[in-house]
């Protein structure tokens, strides 16, 4: 499994097209479909960089297929952020009902 394999699996699981995701993150379509029909090794470190933060995983798993076990808090901030204002209201919420349940 390569970078693109990888990219295609995530935005399966997150529902989304590769051109959905260009229009999102303003990259090219043209630019990364040429890259997925030469299955170039080359890619711009910045765009690795914006697919993994859109994707909601690090560039070392798009790039190596390698977990990174993030910190308990820096897993929370990256599903915060991925989170629509409504879910991010509720889960604040959450988080407030656990503080106070703690005492």
């Not at 529902?15 to 029909?37: A, D, H």
């Not at 991010?88 to 703690?102: G, H, M, P, T």
Request: charge should be positive; include cysteine; aromatic fraction near 10%.
């Amino acid at each position: 499994m390569d970078i693109y394999d990888r990219i295609s699996q995530l935005l399966i699981t997150k529902g989304k097209t590769r051109k959905e995701m260009c229009q999102e993150l303003k990259i090219p379509y043209s630019t990364l479909n040429s890259l997925y029909q030469r299955r170039t090794e080359r890619i711009k470190f910045d765009m690795v960089q914006d697919i993994a933060k859109y994707l909601n995983t690090t560039v070392e798993y798009l790039a190596l297929g390698k977990e990174y076990q993030l910190s308990p808090k820096d897993e929370l901030v990256r599903i915060f952020e991925a989170l629509n204002d409504s879910d991010k209201k509720q889960l604040i919420e959450f988080a407030k009902y656990l503080k106070n349940r703690q005492g």
